[in-house]
């Protein structure tokens, strides 16, 4: 096998290099530690990703954009319907209050042959001591001579 510090050939199976010395196990542990390093070094540059090299950048700003969007229209539409149902409800009120306030209207007798006819205008109203009075006031007896 080759010595991977020194590149010196030394025999298969032996523990360390004959030639620098260098223990092969601990060589390669050591390599193997700086390579994880190195990779979690990468890593944390590479955490949390630039936008740059984020492919998925524009749908998420579209996402947001489109979500934020969103939200105003209808914090508008929830805050126009408020607005709308409190003047229908000032509405309701102003009108229902005279409403309530007024007296009802006195029931309509009902038209129809039980019903008394209305007096013409010449008609003379009959008094239970047998006289008449007329519609300009004038009491006539109704005794015949
Ligand atoms: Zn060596």
């Given amino acids: 096998m080759k010595?991977?510090?020194?590149?010196?050939?030394a025999p298969e199976g032996a523990p360390e290099c004959a030639?620098?010395?260098?223990?092969f196990a601990k060589f390669e542990e050591k390599r193997r530690r700086e390579r994880e390093e190195a990779q979690a070094a990468l890593a944390r540059?590479?955490?949390?990703?630039t936008p740059e090299l984020d492919p998925h950048l524009g749908r998420r700003v579209a996402i947001v954009v489109g979500a934020a969007w969103a939200a105003v229209m209808g914090f508008f539409i929830v805050k126009e319907l408020i607005r709308k149902n409190q003047r229908e409800a000032a509405a309701r009120a102003?009108?229902?209050?005279?409403?309530?306030?007024?007296?009802?209207?006195?029931?309509v007798a009902p038209a129809g042959?039980?019903?008394?006819?209305?007096?013409?205008?010449?008609?003379?109203?009959?008094d239970p001591s047998g006289q008449f009075t007329?519609?300009?006031g004038e009491t006539v007896s109704d005794h015949r001579p």
Avoid at 3 to 9: F, Y
Avoid at 19 to 23: D, E, H, T
Avoid at 45 to 49: A, D, E, I, R
């Fill in 94 to 107: 102003r009108f229902a209050a005279p409403v309530a306030a007024a007296p009802m209207p006195a029931p």
């Fill in 134 to 136: 007329t519609p300009s």
């Fill in 45 to 49: 540059l590479n955490l949390p990703p």
């Fill in 3 to 9: 010595c991977p510090s020194c590149g010196a050939t």
């Fill in 113 to 126: 042959p039980s019903a008394a006819p209305a007096l013409p205008a010449h008609a003379v109203i009959a």
């Fill in 19 to 23: 030639a620098c010395g260098v223990i």
